[in-house]
């Protein structure tokens, strides 16, 4: 076999793994976009219960950093927004959320016991407790959040992820101890599409030019085979 059919066989051998690997994520991803998101267009999941004996529940040291510098323009160009909505699980309390900066949550919480959520065990929140009294101010009259809602029935705020380090947080509107509620947190963003299409183009023509390699190298093989059998033949017998 001449060694550019070798060098095509390996090549297209090594080539078919990864080039079917991003086929298979395209696909996978543009079935997503398509079937995995609600009727606003998000990636959504449900905590049917969200509750504390303390004045809030809070998501904290949420860093993002899209690099040195401002990293603003990362997020704009990535297009993404997180929903959040609670609902109290009493009709007749109102219900806040917000989001802002970590420094904050931290001063506005400083000395004052609230549980925060570190992990999710099968979708179920994992706490932490972090001690103090319960005496807070009304969290709708403080000014330095970020984005916030608060009210009766379901709240709502769709925040564009900034650089940074954040916090949310889910407390009664009143500031009073004793937070139950639902939560739906979803996510979008306007790259997922066109990366899905990406990924399923250049899948598809790596997938393409791994089998045409792979074809070209075994098609060489299989001539480089064919006078070796001829000659193994045994030689015809003399006639009788």
Same mark, same amino acid.
């Given at each position: 076999?001449?060694?550019s059919r070798?060098?095509?066989?390996v090549?297209g051998?090594v080539?078919v793994?990864p ?6 994520g395209?696909g996978?991803?543009a079935v ?6 609600d009727?606003?267009?998000?990636f959504a999941?449900?905590?049917e219960r969200?509750?504390?004996d303390?004045?809030a529940?809070t998501t904290?040291?949420i ?11 990362v997020?704009?160009?990535l297009?993404?927004d997180?929903?959040l909505?609670?609902t ?6 109102d219900?806040f959320?917000?989001i802002?900066?970590q420094?904050d +949550?931290t001063a506005?919480l400083?000395?004052? !016991?609230?549980d925060e959520?570190v992990?999710?065990? !099968?979708?179920?929140?994992v706490?932490e407790?972090?001690?103090?009294g319960d005496?807070?101010? !009304?969290?709708?009259e403080e000014?330095?959040w970020?984005?916030s809602?608060?009210g009766?029935?379901? @709240? ?5 992820p @900034? ?8 407390m009664?509107a ?8 639902? +939560?739906?947190?979803?996510a979008?963003?306007? #790259?997922v599409l ?6 399923? +183009?250049?899948? !598809?023509?790596?997938?393409a030019?791994a089998?045409?390699?792979?074809i #070209? ?7 480089? @085979?064919?006078p070796?059998e001829v000659?193994s ?5 003399p006639?009788q």
């Amino acid at each position: 076999m001449r060694p550019s059919r070798i060098v095509a066989l390996v090549i297209g051998i090594v080539l078919v793994v990864p080039s079917l690997a991003l086929l298979l994520g395209g696909g996978a991803l543009a079935v997503g976009y398509a079937f995995g998101r609600d009727d606003d267009g998000y990636f959504a999941s449900t905590i049917e219960r969200l509750s504390t004996d303390t004045v809030a529940v809070t998501t904290e040291d949420i860093e993002l950093d899209a690099g040195p510098g401002s990293g603003d323009w990362v997020f704009d160009l990535l297009d993404a927004d997180v929903r959040l909505r609670a609902t109290a699980s009493d009709p007749d309390r109102d219900v806040f959320i917000g989001i802002a900066r970590q420094e904050d +949550v931290t001063a506005f919480l400083d000395g004052v !016991a609230h549980d925060e959520i570190v992990d999710l065990d !099968a979708g179920d929140p994992v706490y932490e407790r972090r001690p103090g009294g319960d005496e807070v101010a !009304a969290p709708a009259e403080e000014t330095f959040w970020d984005l916030s809602a608060s009210g009766s029935g379901t @709240q709502e705020i769709s925040w564009e992820p @900034q650089d940074g380090r954040w916090a949310a947080v889910l407390m009664n509107a009143d500031g009073t101890p004793g937070v139950i509620a639902e +939560v739906n947190l979803g996510a979008k963003a306007g #790259f997922v599409l066109p990366l899905a299409i990406s990924l399923l +183009v250049v899948g !598809a023509v790596l997938t393409a030019v791994a089998v045409g390699l792979i074809i #070209f190298g075994a098609l060489g093989a299989r001539r480089h @085979q064919v006078p070796n059998e001829v000659a193994s033949l045994p030689p015809p017998l003399p006639p009788q």
